[in-house]
């Protein structure tokens, strides 16, 4: 497996952990833990479809990345009220 392979598959892999703990009940949707899995994961993805240089996938961890990105943020935001 090259770099961008290794990169891409550990950033897959946190976003499905997320995903599988969430539907297990271990892991609230709305949780830090959820945004952050989502948010580091879906970055990596994206990273590792740059390097690729394949646009559908860059379209949609790049989305997937500023979804959990702002998702962190409104989460911040309730935290300091």
């Known amino acids: 497996m090259t ?11 946190q976003i499905l952990l997320a995903y599988m703990l969430n539907l297990s009940g271990k ?12 948010l580091i ?5 994206c990273l590792a479809s740059v390097l690729m240089q394949y646009i559908p996938f860059i379209i949609l961890e790049g989305v997937w990345t500023a ?15």
């Not at 609230?28 to 959820?34: F, T, V």
């Not at 979804?67 to 009220?81: A, G």
């Open 3 to 13: 770099s961008i392979d290794w990169i891409g598959s550990i950033g897959v892999f």
């Open 27 to 38: 892991l609230e949707s709305g949780s830090l833990w959820y945004l952050l899995l989502n």
């Open 41 to 45: 994961g879906a970055g990596m993805a």
């Open 67 to 81: 979804v959990s990105f702002y998702s962190l943020i409104n989460y911040m935001r309730k935290q300091k009220v």
